[in-house]
């Protein structure tokens, strides 16, 4: 029998005949969430958030753990509130490079380095000139590189009356969508300095511009850069008081938690972002932001090993995305959000818990036709890719990844990860001219 804290609140609940819903609007939290801490899937840990349920329920402090008395000063922040906002753990040290990993990290700051002079000129309109390494880099290298110039102010600003910084955003948001990373190479560093020169309103731009930052780094695993453009996300979509980007940067840096295998920060921050209230003064665009919130926890949860917290959330989010009618919505937060895109993370929760079947499963229930964007659809195939690899089908693999390619070019030879496939196979096995072909397009050698 469990006697955790969550079983404690569930049974007090109970004993005083009230339901979720009731029990959320006297702790502020969702009727899902709170039952997210009764089953434990959400850990009821922090402080705070126990005074308010034993406040709530009248449940005695050492039930719960707590000392006697709440601890002094204000009282805690609903969420939603200015600085509720989770604390995240010190980064861990980085491990030291391995044998031949020195070298190769040498001559990638030699090729980034390459580009500082001519991430400048380039990203207003003058010509690249010839010898400064970019024309030979790859394209994430001079993506990045461009990206970290514009977010430290190297080179000349941009007068934003030449280069109108939402219009540029919104050509940064296509190409990133179309996968198009030559064009978001500029496109987006462009956003980036056009809006920190604006003199009034630039907060919007800025938070929209750091968002799309965040998402192309944290694909390129582009971790220490990802946080910085998290962060100033946060920042400017909070100056601004837009909950759609104040909840859209909680998720971006949900993500980079996860991949720092901070598991339980992830999913705080994804499920309290979930549940601010202001989420539901915005109609059927804060529902679909709340979905994406929750499909971002459920693939958390497979990440930690949590396969059936994983199940529980991703069907949380298909009922929202049930009560949006099939409707994709918020083509610039992470390319939409319908119960195709649900699926989509479920064949990616599915490979991260371990279950190459039951992933290749969930992609047999989508048609890749019903992503809404390019770089959602190479993300299908790729995650296909993943479950062959894993079940140790090569041929159905490499016939993936071909698609993938077919689908975006750029966005299957730039992935860390989608290269890290390519180059397992081929010393994994028997190789085939499609495969060494597909590595040389890659930038890999067999």
Known sequence: MRTDAGDVVRRARKERGLTLAQLGERTGYSAAQVSRYERGISLLTDVDVLWRFATALDIAPADLGLSPRPPAGPRPGLPGEAGFWPRLPVPRVSRRPQQGEEEEQMKRRNVLAAGLAATAATATGVPVPAGTGEEQAPIESVLVGRLRDAMLGIGAPIDPARVPPEAELD?????????????????????????????????????????????????????????????????????????????????????????AGWTREAMTLALTAADDPRLRTVGADGAAQRGLLVQSAAYTAARGGDAQGMRDLTAEATAIATTLRGTTRLRHHGGGFSPATVKLHLISAENSAGDPSLALTAARTLSPQELPTAERRARYYTDVATAYAAWGRRDECVRALLTAERVAPEETHARPAVKSMIQGLLVSGRTTGELRGLAARSGLRD
């Open 171 to 259: 050509r940064a948001l296509a190409a990133f969508h179309a996968c198009d990373y030559t064009s978001l190479s500029t496109r987006l560093p462009n956003a980036i300095r056009a809006s920190h020169t604006q003199e009034q309103g630039a907060e919007p731009n800025l938070a929209g511009a750091y968002i799309l930052a965040t998402r192309m780094l944290v694909k390129l695993d582009e971790q220490q850069l990802g946080w910085m453009a998290a962060d100033r996300a946060r920042q400017y979509a909070e100056a601004h008081g837009d909950v759609m980007q104040s909840t859209e940067a909680a998720r971006q840096l949900a993500v980079l938690a996860r991949r």
